[in-house]
C-alpha cells in the first residue's frame, strides 16, 4: 500500500495516476467478487486461494524485472491481478472457515485470522518507510513477492476441505451431494447466473441479512472518507511530516483492533456464542463515531485514544459479519461472500471518488461527518429492524 502508490507517483509523476491506479485495483475487486461464487462452485477453496498467491507473487516479480519502458504497463497488471486475487482469497478464505475449524469454532477462528491481518498491518506500515528509504523500491516488491509466496506454500500445507465441486471416487468432477440433491436430475449444466440469483434468494429470506450487506457498503463509503481525509489532515497537522500522524493513527487502529479479538476469543470460549448481528450494528455506529472524532482537533493523547477505539470497533463490526454470512448453508456461503465483496469495492470505490470531489471545497471533519454519519443512521435502521425481528420471532433464526 505504501511503497505502491509511492512508486505509482514516481514512475508518471502525476497524483491522478495514483487514483487511476487505485481505481482499477477497486473495479478489478468489483468484478472479482460478481464471479467469486461461481468460480468457488466449481473449484476447491485450496484451489483458488493457492493460485490467487501465485499469480499475486508472479506480477510483483514481473513488476521488479520490468525495464523502465514497460514500467506502466507492468503497474497495470499489478493493480488488476492485486485487485482481483486479493477479493477471491479473502472470499475463498472466509467461505471456507467453517468446514476448516468447525461451526462451532467460527467466531475464534475469525477472530484469530483479524488478528494476525491486524499485526501484519502494523509491521508493513512501519517498516514501510524505513524499507523503501534505505534500500529502495525494489527491495520492498521482493518483499511483498515473498510474502505472497509463503502463503502459497502455506495454503499448499493445509488441510482445507470444501469448494462448490469435488472429484468423485472415478477422479470425474461432480457436486457436492447436497447440491446435486437440490439440483436434481439434467441441472448438471446449469449456469452460474442461477447460482447467483440463488444467493441473492438467500439474501432475501434470511432475516435481516440484506440489510446487513447493505450496511456493510455504506460503512465501506464511510471507510473511504477517512482513508482519503487522513493524509489531508496529517499534513494540515504538520506539513513537514505528514507521514507520522498517519502512520502513527493506523499504528494505534490495529492495535485496539487486536485488543478486542483477544476479548472476543475469551467470550467465544466462555460462552460459545458469537457476538452476531446486534454486535456488527453497534460496533459501525462506534467505529463510525470514533472517526469522525479524529478529525475533531482534540489533543494527541484524546486522539490516540479514539484511534483505539475505532480499531476496536471495526475489529467487533469485522468478526460479527463474517461469522454471521458463515452462517448460510456451504452451497450459498461462497456467493453470498462474494455479492459482499462486491458491495464493499463499490462502496469504497464510489466513496473515493465522491470524497476527493468534496475535499477540495469541505474540511476533512466535515466530509468525514457526512459520510460515517450516514453510515450511523444506517445502522440505527439495522438495529432497529434486527430488534424488531427477535421481538416477532425469538429463536434460532434471529439474527
Not at 211 to 218: F, I, N, P, Q, T
Not at 326 to 332: F, I, K, R, S
Request: overall charge positive.
Amino acid at each position: 500500500m505504501v511503497a505502491l502508490n509511492l512508486f505509482v507517483y514516481e514512475t508518471t509523476g502525476r497524483a491522478l495516476a495514483m487514483g487511476l491506479f487505485m481505481a482499477v485495483r477497486l473495479a478489478s475487486g468489483f468484478a472479482a467478487g460478481l464471479t467469486a461464487g461461481g468460480l468457488l462452485a466449481r473449484f476447491t477453496a485450496k484451489s483458488v486461494m493457492l493460485w490467487t498467491n501465485i499469480a499475486q507473487a508472479s506480477v510483483m516479480l514481473l513488476l521488479v524485472l520490468a525495464p523502465d519502458g514497460l514500467r506502466t504497463a507492468a503497474l497495470v497488471a499489478v493493480s488488476v491481478v492485486v485487485g482481483s486475487c486479493g477479493t477471491l482469497f479473502m472470499v475463498s478464505l472466509r467461505s471456507s472457515i467453517p468446514e476448516m475449524v468447525g461451526e462451532g469454532r467460527r467466531s475464534w477462528a475469525n477472530s484469530l485470522s483479524i488478528t494476525g491481518r491486524s499485526l501484519a498491518m502494523v509491521a508493513g506500515f512501519a517498516s514501510a518507510g524505513v524499507v523503501v528509504s534505505l534500500v529502495g523500491y525494489t527491495a520492498a516488491f521482493v518483499v511483498d513477492t515473498a510474502t505472497f509466496a509463503v502463503c502459497a506454500v502455506t495454503v499448499a500445507l493445509l488441510p482445507i476441505p470444501g469448494g462448490g465441486e469435488r472429484r468423485d471416487g472415478g477422479g470425474s468432477r461432480g457436486r457436492a451431494p447436497d447440491e446435486a440433491a437440490a439440483a436434481g436430475p439434467g441441472a448438471a449444466g446449469a449456469p452460474a447466473r442461477r447460482r447467483g440469483s440463488a444467493a441473492l434468494a438467500a439474501l432475501a429470506a434470511a432475516p435481516g441479512l440484506a440489510l446487513m450487506v447493505a450496511l456493510r457498503g455504506v460503512d465501506a463509503l464511510g471507510s473511504s472518507s477517512h482513508n482519503a481525509a487522513l493524509p489531508v489532515y496529517s499534513s494540515e497537522l504538520d506539513d513537514a511530516r505528514p507521514a507520522v500522524f498517519v502512520s502513527a493513527f493506523w499504528c494505534l487502529w490495529a492495535l485496539g483492533n487486536i485488543v478486542v479479538q483477544q476479548l472476543i476469543q475469551r467470550y467465544a470460549r466462555r460462552t460459545g456464542r458469537s457476538v452476531g448481528a446486534l454486535g456488527f450494528g453497534w460496533g459501525t455506529c462506534l467505529m463510525s463515531a470514533a472517526f469522525i472524532l479524529a478529525f475533531a482537533g482534540f489533543p494527541m493523547v484524546a486522539t490516540a485514544a479514539v484511534a483505539l477505539v475505532a480499531g476496536a470497533a471495526d475489529g467487533l463490526t469485522e468478526v460479527s459479519y463474517t461469522s454471521h454470512l458463515q452462517t448460510l448453508p456451504a452451497g450459498l456461503r461462497a456467493h453470498a461472500f462474494g455479492l459482499s465483496a462486491t458491495v464493499e469495492n463499490l462502496g469504497f470505490g464510489a466513496g473515493m471518488i465522491l470524497v476527493a470531489a468534496a475535499l477540495d471545497h469541505y474540511t476533512p471533519l466535515t466530509v468525514v461527518g457526512w459520510s460515517h454519519g450516514a453510515a450511523i443512521v444506517f445502522a440505527a435502521v439495522f438495529l432497529i429492524r434486527v430488534a424488531g425481528l427477535r421481538t416477532s420471532s425469538p429463536g434460532p433464526t434471529s439474527p
